[in-house]
């Protein structure tokens, strides 16, 4: 139900001229999917990544597409073809999207017990076959599959449909006061991080997923690790290890005490129910579970972490020689997104953070990259590395044609002061590219322009969007339109605690001289709940950020202004099942209904501004009545939700006597909420 009270609230962005996008897809890959059977004990599992570069129209026009492919046949074969085919599934079809895999000296050697090939396909304008199936696999990936061929199986061995994957990051702080059964005589810490990534179905069950584990340390030298794992598990309890990295025998932590443990992959086995359910664990209730590093001398486990979503900060970038100061040899620009995922503290500041780059270099020919990093200066300026990609050293490589993707996740960022300001001045910081012949570098941007002007309000309505809700009440929520209110956009998917923040990015909302709760801020919208001790009338609406304030304006508070989200389709849901109310899904008479609404006002017991409702316990609305199709619907009950503040939930019992699309309203204290429409049967 969470998530759907979160997606009330969100807002995508446009396209701008040059953009770039990555999207995963997957592909589960066995020998029945063949045809006809190949009858094999193999298996594998795809991931394939396309970084795409699009024009103005949002027309791809040209990428990259990695093949990640881990296999496990029962004896070595030699791979003499690894492709994208064009046809759905129970048919053969023609090779779209080839990675160079053949027969004779192109064959591929792959070991018994589990191999990893990893191929990355330069897809440019004028190739035309694999660019048509890219845009192809972008609209319908289920009309494309994977195929292994070997020396014995020509036509293929194993494969699998594409199916569009979605993906999370997930941070937390490992400790050793974190371990239960407590521990002693040891002193440990770092920070976790975890991709994780699934398909599913069109019911919405798991039909695959993958985790990558990966830790900071700081614990005593020489330490040898001897397990990674993800539990399912709350503080202060212990679980079974149930989604556990390979290490690789012997290894050890840095003489130094401070280091990196992983990346490390683990596939998701659907036939074991645990896997299932701690890998499910990851997208609903991530804090239901932790992960935990173990040595030789502890182990049980020398430090452990409460698994948290992050929130992501983006930043389209066209990285370009121009930019650079002294100018390179090259002549090049670069579409790419930098994403700052980060984990927020009660107050909003970020408390950890982690960098996505994902950079399409177009470079005029062969070249060695020799690295990518965040630098701290303005436009013009050659300032220091900030946020290197990689700590330790840069992965240098060599582009024989000087066109491809450089693509991977930091690991949890030390230098958090950079970091923070990033999310506060994007202008001062600038994404850079070095390579052999540029080590100064060959392209570069700032992550965003130089805002100067202070924030303009130009509209405020309730946050359900509905414009014939003029007003808004104590405790409920808000949007409000305009320009510049923040430099960088964010939501509270990274936060936690038990109050909301005042503060995001640097931006602060004031209504009626009072401080507003903060959910989501952008540029154009920020989303907040109305501070409950604002009294009714008139109130000036002041947002703030790093540049300064806007003017003020107006907006008309009332005691109560009952408004109901759309979602697009009207926010109510069966009480069984919590499944939207549609033409598709209709109630019937005596069917328990929840409507998710805003503005009913205050709550007894009260509730202060930003207060998430306490677990177990209810905060209930002044009396409303609601009515369906013109009769009165039984109220069960009118609450505030769970979260985010500001959302409340009424229960009420469809009244007999009405069918078909029906007028749904809800009436407080003589003021009357939008109309919406739900089907009864």
């Not at 594409?162 to 371990?179: C, T, Y």
């Not at 040595?295 to 979503?309: F, Q």
Request: aromatic residues 6%; charged residues 10%.
């Amino acid at each position: 139900m969470t998530k759907i009270l979160t997606c009330l609230l969100l807002f995508s962005a446009a396209l701008c001229a040059q953009t770039a996008d990555t999207a995963f897809f997957r592909a589960v890959m066995l020998p029945d999917n063949e045809v006809p059977p190949t009858g094999q004990n193999a298996r594998g599992a795809a991931d394939i990544i396309a970084h795409v570069v699009r024009d103005q129209s949002g027309q791809i026009i040209s990428g990259t597409v990695d093949f990640l492919v881990r296999v496990n046949f029962d004896s070595d074969v030699t791979a003499t073809g690894l492709h994208i085919h064009n046809g759905p599934a129970g048919t053969n079809a023609g090779v779209v999207i080839n990675t160079g895999i053949g027969a004779g000296d192109a064959s591929r050697a792959v070991k018994a017990g589990g191999d990893t090939i990893r191929i990355p396909v330069q897809i440019t304008g004028d190739s035309a076959t694999p660019l048509a199936a890219l845009r192809g696999i972008f609209q319908d990936p289920s009309g494309y599959y994977v195929n292994i061929h070997t020396t014995d199986f020509p036509g293929g061995v194993i494969r699998g449909q594409l199916q569009r994957a979605e993906g999370i990051v997930l941070l937390g702080f490992m400790d050793s006061a974190n371990e239960f059964p407590a521990i002693s005589g040891v002193s440990a810490n770092g920070i976790a991080q975890v991709i994780a990534i699934r398909t599913r179905d069109a019911s919405g069950n798991l039909t695959s997923g993958e985790v990558y584990l990966m830790t900071t340390y700081n614990l005593p030298g020489g330490s040898t690790f001897t397990g990674f794992h993800i539990h399912p598990g709350l503080p202060g309890t212990s679980g079974p290890a149930v989604l556990a990295a390979t290490l690789p025998a012997g290894t050890t932590a840095d003489p130094s005490g401070s280091g990196l443990l992983g990346p490390f992959p683990f596939e998701i086995s659907l036939t074991n129910a645990l896997q299932v359910s701690t890998f499910s664990t990851l997208f609903t209730t991530p804090s239901a579970a932790y992960i935990n590093a173990h040595t030789s001398t502890y182990p049980g486990g020398i430090m452990r972490a409460v698994l948290r979503s992050t929130d992501a900060m983006t930043f389209p970038v066209v990285m370009a020689s121009a930019n650079e100061t002294p100018t390179p040899k090259a002549t090049a620009t670069f579409p790419g997104v930098v994403t700052l995922y980060s984990l927020r503290n009660q107050d909003g500041t970020i408390a950890a953070g982690t960098v996505l780059f994902d950079v399409n270099y177009r470079l005029p020919g062969q070249a060695q990259i020799t690295g990518l990093h965040i630098h701290d200066a303005n436009v013009g300026r050659n300032g220091p590395i900030s946020i290197p990609m990689i700590p330790t050293y840069d992965a240098s490589f060599t582009t024989d044609t000087g066109f491809g993707n450089y693509f991977n996740w930091s690991p949890p960022v030390s230098n958090l002061a950079a970091f923070i300001d990033t999310s506060l001045n994007p202008e001062n910081h600038y994404v850079n590219i070095h390579t052999a012949v540029d080590p100064a570098g060959v392209a570069r941007a700032q992550l965003a322009p130089i805002v100067f002007r202070p924030p303009s309000v130009t509209a405020a309505i309730s946050a359900t969007l509905d414009k014939s809700t003029t007003a808004v009440a104590p405790g409920g929520l808000i949007s409000i339109f305009g320009t510049n209110l923040t430099k960088v956009a964010t939501n509270l998917n990274g936060w936690a605690g038990s109050t909301l923040p005042a503060t995001l990015n640097g931006t602060t909302v004031d209504i009626g001289g009072k401080r507003a709760a903060l959910l989501y801020v952008s540029a154009g919208q920020i989303n907040a709940q109305v501070p409950v001790d604002v009294p009714p009338g008139p109130q000036a609406v002041v947002v703030r950020s790093v540049v300064g304030p806007s003017a003020s304006f107006t907006v008309t508070v009332a005691p109560v202004a009952p408004s109901i989200f759309l979602y697009p389709t009207p926010a109510v849901v069966k009480s069984a099942d919590f499944s939207i109310v549609s033409s598709a899904n209709p109630v019937t008479a005596n069917d328990a209904i929840v409507i998710y609404a805003t503005g009913l006002g205050l709550t007894s017991p009260a509730l202060g501004t930003g207060a998430v409702l306490p677990a177990g316990t209810s905060a209930f609305t002044a009396p409303l009545t609601v009515t369906i199709g013109g009769r009165d619907a039984p109220v069960i009950s009118s609450t505030a939700a769970p979260f985010p503040p500001g959302v409340y939930q009424i229960a009420v019992s469809v009244p007999s006597g009405v069918k078909g699309n029906v007028p749904l309203t809800i009436q407080q204290v003589g003021a009357k909420s939008n109309v919406v429409t739900i089907t009864v049967q």
